[in-house]
């Protein structure tokens, strides 16, 4: 019982409505991207579910408990919230020590969880002396310090070099091949990608999606389909014979929207037309996600009528 | 949650912080200073005190323990430090609890050596000046000294809990116990004998008059510490970390 869930939460800052009668329910063994823009709620979300923010009304759940009644939560929940939380004038290793007494987690993990996020040689060092990616891998190694089955990392790439963003993302994976429940929010397309299987996506304080990755971006972005050829003139009498419509770049390949590459490669070679190159494009993540929130903007700026 | 293993957190995070350690020794050091000056001062004055003579030197000392305080409390307040700490204990009240006695012990621990250390070096100057000093006198102002500065510490850690920061503590402090007893003590007659530094403080002297004694001065000091302490814990559970 490792589950998230969220349960018609809502959250109100005065008279602003942070997160708006949202339910979801994050499940183990993979990965969930939380996306959405700023302000669209996803920190809130997570601080009312480790209970550090009071709900205003609904609830928020961890393997069907509240936060705050969990004996020794870090062996549960690892959080990332903050990379700028540790103290400036502790050491990294200290920083840790004190989160690892109160939760009596012994003092060998402290140092396996330096190792693991590659602090091992700056730990005693003073947190004020790390860079911004240390101080992030300090965030996630005290996420990660109890061992927990439910990992909640917010925007974790932050300051970390190409090297480190590699490193987070078989990171992710690997916690959730161990079967843990992790939720990451982002508002990175392209990295949210390389490691989500699943998605949650709010805007405003409300969901707008809570689907597999691979059918939230196949619902929403038409398959186009990525041709090279050395006869335009043939491939363009062709395609506009069959009702497609291509589109030319500068460097020579054609790409031909709305379509799959069976039959455009079928419809190609049938007629004899030479082709260098002939490939399907997947939509993006980033395609689809604009795609929702344009839609989202639409329906917002245009209210129906009563 | 047991208490203990947080007690033990709240210790290695005061532990950790040089600065904290600074002000235990800052207050040592400070107090012992002055009260050495005082030691070798003029003792002709008809109302002189050999004891708070002796002990004079926490008044100036007494800053360091209330630094101390506000410091121990406003290092968790410091980009989000008081969510991974509430994480990771979410009973605040329980937190709160650890954090204070993680305070309080090594104030009245340090206090105390500070007020023996006090006592002997200024009495060594002092001579004969404070041979009428009897040792139940002398083990009443360094224990009631001890107690003191461990109070006065607390009244800043409650302070800066409620006020969020360990600045605004200090601001509201440090003027009361430098100036307004100083400037207004006189003046406003019966009402600043009622002030935590004023009341506090009797238990200092060999002699006193006024409505309060030694240690129902003690008292109430106590009673504004608990006063900031209840106050802080209940703005620490009431609002978003």
Known sequence: MTTIEVRELTKEYGTRRAVDDLTFTVLPGRVTGFLGPNGAGKSTTMRLVLGLDRTTSGSATVGGRRYDTLREPLRHVGALLDAQAAHGSRTGRDHLRTLAASNRIPLGRVDEVLEETGLASVARRRVKTYSLGMRQRLGIAAALLGDPEVVMLDEPSNGLDPEGIIWIRELLRRLAGEGRTVLVSSHLMNETASFADHLVVLGKGRLLADTPMREFIHARVQPSVRIRTTNPTALKAVLAQHGHDAAEHEDGHWTVHHARVDEIGRLVSAVGVPILELAAEEGTLEQAYLDLTSAETEFTAQPQEA | ?241
Do not use: N
């Open chain 2, 1 to 241: 949650m047991p208490y203990a293993p947080v007690l033990h957190s709240e210790w290695l995070k005061i532990r950790t912080l040089r600065s904290l350690l600074g002000a235990l020794l800052a207050l040592f050091a400070a107090t012992t200073a002055f009260s050495a000056i005082a030691g070798v001062s003029e003792t002709s004055d008809p109302e002189f005190d050999p004891l708070f003579m002796a002990l004079s030197g926490v008044g100036p000392g007494q800053i360091a323990a209330i630094s101390f305080g506000a410091m121990a409390v406003s290092s968790e307040f410091h980009g989000g430090g008081l969510r991974l700490s509430l994480a990771a204990v979410p009973q605040r009240g329980r937190w709160f609890a650890a954090k204070a006695t993680a305070i309080a012990v090594p104030a009245l621990a340090v206090g105390l050596v500070t007020a023996l250390a006090a006592l002997l070096v200024a009495k060594a100057g002092l001579g004969d000046a404070a041979s009428g000093l009897t040792v139940g006198e002398q083990v009443r102002g360094v224990v009631g000294c001890g107690i003191y500065l461990m109070l006065m510490a607390l009244l800043a850690a409650g302070l800066a809990a409620l006020l969020r920061s360990g600045a605004a503590a200090l601001s509201v402090l440090i003027p009361l116990v430098l100036v307004v007893s100083f400037v207004i003590g006189d003046v406003a007659g019966g009402a600043t004998d009622f002030m935590p530094d004023r009341a506090g403080q009797i238990v200092l002297y060999q002699t006193h008059g006024g409505p309060l004694g030694p240690w129902s001065g003690l008292a109430v000091t106590a009673l504004w510490t608990a006063a900031a302490l209840v106050a802080g814990a209940w703005s620490l559970r009431r609002r978003d970390a």
